[in-house]
């Protein structure tokens, strides 16, 4: 592997004019003073990594759900997905990846499926990594209907410095394990909602990569 492959990641386009405001910015500054220059410099270097967008390995056996976000479990719970999905009001496993404003911030889809619902709502902008966040904070909310009709829920929310979720899908489209589907501005969280009788194969604390960390086996048989 050279290098510069280690180093210089690939910059999701969504970052471009973000790193173009942080590199004009760092021009006025470099006039003000060469130190504020150089901590310019160091947040535009900041802002190009944080919107970077690495090639995954997606695993390519079936029946897997991979994480949709890189990050950390922050929360393992029984929970009922949001009311707005249109999903049935049963409490499902639900597996939380916090993304801190240093993770890679692209978000990709847990498992293959068609995506049958999409629904945005408003909200607060409390700590992503607190409970209620999956209540009070802004979201969007995927319900993504698998091959053999059970479905899955993912949901992007807004946390404490995040100001915009971005989404590049629609309804209808169909995706397949590890595809990107949008991304979260300035550190986030991530909700999925395991179909039911699916239990999580994580832990809390652990590190997650999106597309390729596995956070649950759909076939995986249950402990009677």
Request: hydrophobic share 45%; charged share 20%.
């Amino acid at each position: 592997m050279r290098m510069r492959d280690i180093f210089i990641k690939p910059m999701h386009p969504e970052g471009r004019r973000f790193v173009a405001i942080f590199a004009i910015v760092t021009v006025g500054l470099f006039l003000i003073s060469g130190f504020l220059g150089w901590i310019g410099v160091g947040l535009t270097v900041w802002c190009y990594y944080f919107f970077r967008d690495p090639e995954r390995v997606t695993p390519q056996r079936p029946g897997v759900v991979v994480s949709p976000a890189d990050g950390v479990v922050s929360l393992i719970e029984p929970a009922v997905p949001p009311a707005e999905l249109g999903m049935p009001d049963v409490a499902l496993t639900r597996v939380s990846v916090f993304m801190s404003v240093f993770n890679c911030h692209v978000n990709r889809v847990p498992v293959t499926g068609e995506i049958a619902a999409i629904a945005y709502r408003p909200g607060k902008f409390f700590n992503a990594s607190l409970d209620k966040a999956s209540v009070d904070n802004e979201r969007n909310s995927l319900r993504i209907r698998m091959t053999d009709g059970r479905d899955l829920a993912v949901v992007q929310i807004a946390g404490l410095v995040a100001r915009r979720i971005v989404c590049f899908v629609k309804e209808g489209d169909t995706l397949t394990t590890g595809e990107r589907f949008g991304l979260i501005r300035f550190g986030s969280r991530l909700d999925v909602y395991l179909p039911e009788g699916v239990e999580p194969i994580v832990a809390l604390g652990q590190t997650m990569i999106a597309g390729e960390s596995v956070i649950a086996e759909l076939t995986r048989p249950t402990e009677g």
